[in-house]
T-cell receptor
Framework: AQSVSQHNHHVILSEAASLELGCNYSYGGTVNLFWYVQYPGQHLQLLLKYFSGDPLVKGIKGFEAEFIKSKFSFNLRKPSVQWSDTAEYFCAVNAGSQGNLIFGKGTKLSVKP | DTGVSQDPRHKITKRGQNVTFRCDPISEHNRLYWYRQTLGQGPEFLTYFQNEAQLEKSRLLSDRFSAERPKGSFSTLEIQRTEQGDSAMYLC??????????FGPGTRLLVL
């Protein structure tokens, strides 16, 4: 069965620290990859996505992610986090011709001011 | 606001009662998805529609759950004979074909 793994359950950083959140998926075919963010009290919002082309994708608010096909990974990065980045981050995969997204369990990011 | 809307936002019910949730997608989106999210988990897929046709249902969708999208616009998700295990956030998303899915605020269900 297809699955998405997010290895970090809770990450705590100080402002200006660099961020990398891991995401690995299990599916051997073509995938579309997403990172969604859920700020406290708000609904899921798209941060960035990869469908094809340049494996390094840039999203909103200075986030980027790199698709490494050989490692089945799509890690999220930000060079310098801010207190306002405190949120829960979900990696999701849309595999092949399936309509639905398969989500990881999420990583809660807490940024200390 | 032209985003996905869901109603109600919160629902408290007693075990054994039926509940119905509504989702209004972004108007030009032909696909509508239902997910369920419990504490500490990511959203889990329940079912999706393309226009009015229900194309896929998850094994999570027991026979107590039914979803409709009668005119290819809004959708309803009904849970019959609710159980405490049904307590969760029910999320609706919409999109065009295999593209980005835009999520609504969710309906939080508590079954007592």
């Amino acid at each position: 069965a297809q699955s998405v793994s997010q290895h970090n359950h809770h990450v705590i950083l100080s402002e200006a620290a660099s961020l990398e959140l891991g995401c690995n998926y299990s599916y051997g075919g073509t995938v579309n990859l997403f990172w969604y963010v859920q700020y406290p009290g708000q609904h899921l919002q798209l941060l960035l996505k990869y469908f094809s082309g340049d494996p390094l994708v840039k999203g909103i608010k200075g986030f980027e992610a790199e698709f490494i096909k050989s490692k089945f990974s799509f890690n999220l990065r930000k060079p310098s986090v801010q207190w306002s980045d405190t949120a829960e981050y979900f990696c999701a995969v849309n595999a092949g011709s399936q309509g639905n997204l398969i989500f990881g369990k999420g990583t809660k990011l807490s940024v200390k001011p | 606001d032209t985003g996905v809307s869901q109603d109600p936002r919160h629902k408290i019910t007693k075990r054994g009662q039926n509940v119905t949730f509504r989702c209004d997608p972004i108007s030009e989106h032909n696909r509508l998805y239902w997910y369920r999210q419990t504490l500490g988990q990511g959203p889990e897929f329940l079912t999706y529609f393309q226009n009015e046709a229900q194309l896929e249902k998850s094994r999570l969708l027991s026979d107590r759950f039914s979803a409709e999208r009668p005119k290819g616009s809004f959708s309803t998700l009904e849970i019959q004979r609710t159980e405490q295990g049904d307590s969760a956030m029910y999320l609706c998303a919409s999109g065009r074909e295999i593209e980005t899915q835009y999520f609504g605020p969710g309906t939080r269900l508590l079954v007592l």
